[in-house]
């Protein structure tokens, strides 16, 4: 018979449990040793391999070849308990067995000896999930077991089980799962299964898991069914498991961010037609706003979790300096609201269009987190608007004469003395025509002025090509584009170290030299650096505190 992918690649040695070696460690050396507990409680999330080691214990326990801890998985204990044929072995599970007369059912059977194995094993799943009179008619045999029994109780909220019941059991922990160690069983998962993957698609899979492998392994069952036999890529993965793709995705929060209501209703409209389901849809955006929020204070050193974009870390950091805090903590309350909504009666069309338009027009929302949001907008296009009228603006420095002096320190001299000036006898001067020097100085005089107007006209050309090259998320923080060092040498004069981490790039810089050679002949270099007026630090720091 078919069994879930789950079910049929389920550890069968401690070695084989993944990402919980603390747990499958100490068991094994238990069970080697031959120093058992009686009861013992499992806790942790869903889908971490909880029921996993209950079994492989169970085993260990009644192993008949045990091999330095490990079940042998061939004695006939082993395989009865594999094939879930052995009456002594009993897995209930406590959130439909939660009375106390299935707890004294219990009781009573475990009094009696075990038939066929060494130890009587029973499993409680979902062990919080009892009743208050279950607990009490547990307590009492947890207290003083028969030396043949076997108690695991497994939990996702341990903090319901009653203190004399946690402490009456040795208590393991498990921790979600690493996403490396999920993909790396994946894709053997994958291989084995005859499924033709692409290098690194399933790391989708992965990051949506939230730790649980079996979470991943069941996505991945599902992905194999739909692709029928055609290779599994990324777009295949957003088509099975109905999400928006990272395109989609990223275009229409970016929309969101910067008040295009229509681009943000036809981007969302595309990802709609494309087959995104509306719940994953929230779910995405709802984690991609954590990852801004986590790219916005922590920089680099942010971890992000949603997919398809997780490479991409420049886009994120720009799309974190524009959004502003306040407004995707916004964004945050209306998708939490939005989810929970989903999970109550699911979502309409015209309701998620509803919630585009109040994420692109922070304006047409109410509560707090919406005025927040309004209010940094505009203090930070207040900021920009003065960092930019306050820019010394090498355009303005056209054809006044030959050259412009700025801030020249005017010193006063003191008249010469009649001794002090020197006299000439009119045969030391030569004879030279005033006509014909006054118009030789004019004629220099316009020469270079043109000349100085035709280079500030090609640098001006040159530094508006340059400016529509850079990403829109981040020109507000764009300080100017100067060129200097006898025009050659292109300077990006940023506003903040964000700007600066997005813009200093080896590609970015390389595409504007180019562009600059293109243009205006002659070799070029690119660089970034940090300049704003002083005036404008004090509002910086202001903004980054509200």
């Known amino acids: 018979m078919y069994q879930s992918l789950y079910r049929k690649w389920r550890p069968q040695t401690f070695a084989d449990v993944m990402g919980q070696e603390h747990v499958a460690d100490t068991l094994r050396k238990q069970a080697a040793s031959g120093r058992l507990s009686h009861a013992y ?11 996993t080691c209950a079994r492989l214990l169970v085993k260990a326990a009644n192993c008949l070849d045990l091999r330095d801890g490990d079940p042998c998985n061939e004695c006939d204990a082993c395989l009865a308990i594999n094939r879930e044929e052995a009456v002594d072995f009993v897995e209930i599970d406590a959130a439909s067995n939660n009375g106390v007369d299935n707890v004294r059912d219990i009781k009573e059977q475990a009094l009696y000896t075990p038939v066929y194995l060494k130890k009587r094993a029973y499993i409680i799943d979902e062990v919080h999930m009892l009743s208050g009179g279950a607990f009490n008619a547990l307590l009492k045999i947890l207290e003083e077991p028969p030396e043949h029994v076997l108690f695991i109780l497994a939990t996702t909220e341990a903090q319901k089980v009653p203190a004399t019941i946690l402490s009456r059991c040795q208590r393991f922990d498990f921790r979600r799962i690493p996403e490396e160690d999920i993909i790396a069983t994946l894709e053997r998962v994958a291989a084995a299964e005859g499924a033709d993957a692409a290098p690194g698609c399933l790391g989708v899979v992965a990051s949506l898991a939230d730790g649980a492998l079996r979470n991943a392994l069941t996505s991945l069952e599902l992905i194999i069914a739909h692709a029928g036999g055609r290779r599994v890529d990324a777009e295949l993965i957003d088509q099975a498991l109905g999400l928006s793709g990272s395109r ?8 969101c961010v910067e008040g295009d209501v229509n681009g943000a209703l036809e981007a969302f409209e595309q990802a709609f037609d494309a087959g995104a389901d509306l719940s994953a849809l929230a779910d995405e955006m709802y984690t991609m706003t954590r990852d801004l929020l986590m790219a916005r204070f922590q920089g680099k050193n ?9 490479h991409d870390t420049q886009a994120i950091a720009g799309l974190a300096v524009s959004a502003g805090a306040s407004r995707l903590v ?22 998620f269009e509803m919630l585009i338009i109040q994420l692109a027009l922070p304006e047409a929302a109410d509560g707090n987190e919406a005025l927040l949001a309004r209010v940094e ?13 306050a820019a010394p603006d090498a355009r303005k420095r056209k054809t006044q004469g ?55 006209l090609s640098v001006d050309k040159l530094r508006s090509a340059l400016e529509a090259k850079v990403p829109r998320s981040v020109k507000p923080f764009l300080f100017s584009v100067d060129i200097e060092q006898n025009k050659t040498e292109i300077l990006f004069k940023c506003a903040d170290e964000i700007c600066i981490s997005l813009l200093d790039s080896e590609d970015f810089l390389t595409m504007a030299a180019r562009e ?15 300049e704003r007026p002083a005036e404008t630090d004090d509002r910086l720091a202001e903004l980054e505190e509200f």
């Open 330 to 351: 916004f964004y945050a309350r209306a998708l939490e609201q939005m989810i929970n909504k989903a999970a109550l009666k699911g979502l309409r069309k015209a309701e």
């Open 402 to 456: 030959i050259g412009h002096v700025e801030n020249a320190e005017i010193k006063e001299v003191a008249p010469a003395t009649e001794e002090e000036i020197p006299t000439a006898s009119v045969d030391e001067v030569p004879p030279v025509s005033i006509q014909t020097a006054t118009e030789q100085t004019e004629e220099e005089i316009n020469k270079k002025n043109e000349a100085v107007e035709t280079a500030d």
């Open 41 to 51: 409680i499992f806790t942790g999330t869903r889908g971490t391999g909880k029921t």
């Open 516 to 530: 600059a050679e293109a243009l205006c002949g002659g070799h070029f270099t690119a660089r970034c650096v940090l």
């Open 302 to 310: 942010a971890h992000l979790k949603g997919h398809g974009y997780g």
């Open 248 to 255: 989609y995705l990223f275009k229409l929060y970016s929309r």
């Open 377 to 389: 907008t505009l203090e930070t296009e207040l900021m920009m608007i003065k960092a930019r009228a």
